[in-house]
């Protein structure tokens, strides 16, 4: 993984802004290139330098790291939830 590629993934989650959220796809399509997991991946290794938390998988759950403080961080930030475990995609997109 390259880290023109990182740069960009990184620089696409800080333009998402306070209680909304996008998907590891959407951000792949936004990028250009590589797909769902390959965002997870620089997500994973890089993630601490942005608001990681408002990268959520395509069903509306959240990312399970951080010992699960995803929600917190979105609950804290006013996004919409459907339940307690998942965003109103069509609502926080």
Request: glycine fraction near 10%.
């Amino acid at each position: 993984m390259d880290e023109e590629y990182v740069e960009a993934v990184l620089a696409k989650v800080e333009e998402v802004p306070p209680g909304r959220v996008t998907t590891y796809g959407a951000l792949a399509r936004e990028v250009g290139r590589g797909g769902p997991r390959q965002v997870g991946r620089v997500m994973a290794l890089h993630g601490d330098a942005v608001a990681w938390w408002r990268v959520v998988h395509a069903d509306g759950r959240p990312a399970t790291c951080h010992d699960g403080t995803a929600l917190e961080h979105l609950r804290a930030e006013g996004a919409p939830l459907l339940d307690d475990q998942r965003l109103d995609m069509r609502a926080a997109h």
